[in-house]
């Protein structure tokens, strides 16, 4: 079993920045890629970001792509979530995602989810 929390979360102006984290409870953090995905307001959640197991390999959704960097710490079972050059358009709710592998492209099972953070962007 693991437990996601997000953190991080707020308002600010576009063009600013967020570091969004994940504390992951559980011993199996360090064998699970580990995702991002958002939701806006009346559309359906879409992946962002995701890194496997050891963070050698990182993908990404081409509207984050250069902007939003994903990270972890198997050590301190986190992973983070560092958005710059933020849009009003990425006004969502985040959600930590744990994926059942060591590497994940964005599409498949996921495992267990967060509750989100909710990210806010004004123009």
């Known amino acids: 079993q693991v437990q996601l929390v997000e953190s991080g979360g707020g308002l600010v102006q576009a063009g600013g920045s967020l570091r969004l984290s994940c504390a992951a409870s559980?011993?199996?953090?360090?064998?699970?890629?580990m995702a991002w995905f958002r939701q806006a307001p009346g559309k359906e959640r879409e992946f962002a970001a995701a890194i496997s197991r050891s963070g050698d390999s990182t993908v990404y959704a081409d509207f984050v792509k250069g902007r939003f960097t994903i990270s972890r710490e198997n050590a301190k079972n986190t992973v983070y979530l560092q958005m710059d050059s933020l849009k009003p358009e990425d006004t969502a709710v985040y959600y930590c995602a744990a994926a059942p592998s060591p590497y994940y492209n964005g599409r498949g099972t996921i495992d267990y989810w967060g509750k989100g953070t909710l990210v806010t962007v004004s123009s």
């Open positions: 559980g011993r199996t953090f360090g064998n699970k890629a």
